[in-house]
């Protein structure tokens, strides 16, 4: 059963930064893509960035330029660097794997807050 621990959360002013970390027991760890997603509250969960296996990474619109996610195969561990937060990135944010529909069982998350 893979196991996803994330921290790094927290309370951020507006234009602020915050380093998120995700780690991961699970086998073969590198020839996953894997994602971090957010869910604010009475909002659908959503995919915001990947990295492919190769190291390969897309993002969602909203956070193009502002957010990096990185990846440590040796340590098995996602980081998503965040800059330039706004308050609309507030939400619990969580890593898992990105395939068809299938996701690993789903850690605590961590909240992101921004806030002045």
């Known amino acids: 059963q893979v196991q996803l621990v994330e921290s790094g959360g927290g309370l951020v002013q507006p234009g602020g930064s915050l380093r998120l970390s995700c780690a991961a027991s699970?086998?073969?760890?590198?020839?996953?893509?894997m994602g971090w997603y957010r869910q604010a509250p009475g909002k659908q969960r959503e995919l915001v960035a990947t990295?492919?296996?190769?190291?390969?990474?897309n993002y969602t619109d909203s956070v193009k330029g502002r957010f990096s996610i990185s990846r440590d195969n040796a340590k098995k561990m996602v980081y998503l660097q965040m800059n330039s937060l706004k308050p609309e990135d507030a939400a619990v944010y969580y890593c898992?794997?990105?395939?068809?529909?299938?996701?690993?069982?789903w850690g605590q998350g961590t909240q992101v807050t921004v806030s002045s």
């Open positions: 898992n794997v990105v395939r068809d529909s299938t996701w690993w069982d």
């Open positions: 699970v086998t073969f760890f590198s020839i996953y893509t």
């Open positions: 990295i492919a296996k190769g190291g390969s990474t």
